[in-house]
């Protein structure tokens, strides 16, 4: 089983309630950090992971790791499903997404659940559609959790994630180190005033698998046609699948 418990941004341990109430508190400046911090790329990553479900035409979809559900809009903006749940551990980051929705009129598509990722509330064979933007690296066992996404995904649906990950070539894999460890926790750190968030977040990028091993741990998952696209010299990666 993979596992992901040893990176834990806290120093006392990684318990479900202390990563949930780290992002409770960077949820208010979570989406400043987000695009001014990925130099506003990821808006670009996420509508290239979207992409590949629109010739699909989904109608029901599940968001994991939904956060303030900037990837659960542009889904239903971009795929116009019948209905769409953005589901995540953190009330704060949703009663933010929950704003958004409403000012947008989406609140007829869009709806927001609390869920342990690991073990979804959902029946087997409910979506056709599951995505991830930016939060399965917080799994703490990967593999559970992609199991509870397969499982809810109706045979034949699609997966689409996006993750950051590490450049594996010269001269990016260097100077994202110097990014990750350097700027990334310090300006996180201004911003959002929690001083263990963003090195939390750099830790899981370097723990996280990637590549070939990420298709693996998918493929025993249960998924099958899974394939991987490095974006922007390999600081992100599109993880593709179907069940």
Not at 1 to 12: A, G, H, L, V
Not at 20 to 39: C, G, K, V
Request: aromatic share 10%; proline share 5%; charged share 25%.
């Amino acid at each position: 089983m993979y596992q992901q418990e040893r990176i834990k941004p806290y120093n006392d341990g990684a318990k479900a309630a202390q990563v949930e109430q780290m992002f409770d508190n960077i949820a208010p400046t979570y989406d400043t950090l987000n695009h001014r911090l990925s130099w506003d790329i990821d808006r670009r990553w996420r509508r290239k992971a979207i992409r590949e479900l629109v010739p699909y035409a989904p109608q029901t979809v599940l968001d994991i790791a939904t956060g303030t559900g900037d990837f659960a809009i542009l889904s239903a903006q971009m795929l116009q499903p019948r209905q769409l749940v953005g589901a995540d551990i953190s009330e704060g980051m949703m009663e933010i997404g929950r704003k958004k929705v409403k000012e947008l009129g989406l609140d007829g598509v869009i709806t927001f659940a609390k869920e342990d990722c690991e073990q979804l509330s959902f029946a087997d064979d409910t979506f056709d559609a599951v995505t991830a933007a930016f939060g399965i690296r917080n799994f703490a066992h990967l593999d559970k959790g992609l199991r509870e996404m397969c499982r809810v995904l109706r045979p034949g649906g699609h997966l689409s994630i996006v993750e950051l990950t590490t450049p594996p070539r010269f001269p990016m894999k260097q100077l994202f180190w110097v990014y990750s460890h350097v700027v990334l926790p310090v300006y996180g750190r201004l911003v959002s005033k929690d001083r263990s968030a963003y090195t939390y977040l750099r830790r899981t990028i370097e723990a996280f698998p990637q590549g070939e091993t990420m298709m693996t741990i998918l493929q025993k998952a249960g998924f099958r046609e899974t394939a991987f696209q490095r974006l922007t010299f390999g600081i992100c990666t599109l993880y593709t699948a179907t069940k």
